[in-house]
């Protein structure tokens, strides 16, 4: 005796692809940090950077991540099925010291630097040059603090990274680039601190870029002659006012008598 057929259940649906899982605001963010890390490195220009947070916020899935970041290195990224590491990720610089001094002797931090959220920059008759080209930011904006007498601090930062701020200046200057960066998440170096007969320059070069030997040598003469009238103008006010004290004390003779 043949039993009657069962009638056969619903179908169990298929399991969505781990692409298609929804991304969460924590993996958003988690590739903007990457984003802004890359441009920071040189590896995106601000263009570049500016289109790609846009798709980020508004990518629902892990499939719209994954092209975002399909050309970058690295070790971990919201991803399901595909490996987003296109080279071996490079370690973490080691920590090294906040505080940079240079006293009648020169210093300087470049190459692959670990930048702490303060740097404190202090040379007296000496020069610190700081070169972020290739430098890892602890975080989204870090501060130079300068104290500078009769010396100069040089800082290369790459394009993309915004420099705010300025020290307070004493008989010395700033001289800052010109802001490229369009997104305001873009990596911020801010400088404050102070300058005595000193000064501190920012110059905007790529990866790899050199400046002119000439252009060194026009700034270095520019910053010495700044320095030497403003040591003649100092000059200058001391031997008016010595001048001026000797009238009185003249005048205060001529009505005792």
């Known amino acids: 005796m043949s039993?009657?057929?069962?009638?056969a259940g619903p179908e169990r649906p298929a399991p969505p692809s781990p692409a298609a899982m929804r991304a969460s605001d924590a993996d958003r963010d988690e590739v903007a940090d990457r984003l802004r890390e890359a441009l920071a490195e040189g590896r995106i220009?601000?263009?570049?950077?500016?289109?790609?947070?846009?798709?980020?916020?508004?990518?629902?899935?892990?499939?719209?991540l994954e092209p975002v970041l399909s050309n970058l290195p690295s070790e971990q990224a919201p991803r399901s099925r595909v490996d987003l590491r296109k080279e071996p990720a490079l370690a973490p610089?080691?920590?090294?010291?906040?505080n940079i001094v240079?006293?009648?002797?020169?210093?300087?931090?470049?190459g692959r630097w670990l930048a702490e959220p303060t740097t404190n920059v202090a040379c007296v008759?000496?020069?610190v040059e700081l070169d972020y080209r290739q430098a890892v930011l602890s975080r989204g904006e870090v501060t130079v603090n300068v104290t500078c007498i009769f010396g100069g601090v040089d800082i290369t930062v790459p394009p993309g990274v915004r420099v705010t701020g300025s020290p307070t200046a004493i008989f010395g200057?700033?001289?800052?680039?010109e802001d490229d960066g369009v997104d305001a998440d873009?990596?911020?170096?801010?400088?404050?601190?102070?300058v005595l007969f000193g000064g501190v320059s920012v110059k905007?070069?790529?990866?790899?870029e050199k400046g002119d030997r000439r252009d060194r040598h026009r700034e270095a003469h520019e910053l010495h002659r700044r320095h030497h009238e403003e040591l003649r103008e100092l000059h200058r006010e001391h031997r008016d006012a010595r001048r001026e004290r000797l009238r009185e004390l003249r005048e205060e003779r001529h009505r005792d008598r």
Not at 93 to 98: F, I, R, V, Y
């Open 173 to 177: 200057g700033s001289d800052l680039p």
């Open 186 to 194: 873009a990596p911020v170096i801010r400088l404050t601190g102070m």
């Open 45 to 64: 220009t601000a263009e570049e950077h500016a289109e790609r947070i846009d798709a980020v916020y508004q990518a629902k899935t892990y499939a719209d």
């Open 125 to 127: 008759f000496g020069g």
């Open 3 to 7: 039993l009657p057929e069962q009638p």
């Open 102 to 110: 240079a006293i009648f002797a020169g210093a300087q931090r470049k």
């Open 204 to 208: 905007r070069r790529a990866v790899g």
């Open 93 to 98: 610089p080691p920590a090294q010291s906040p």
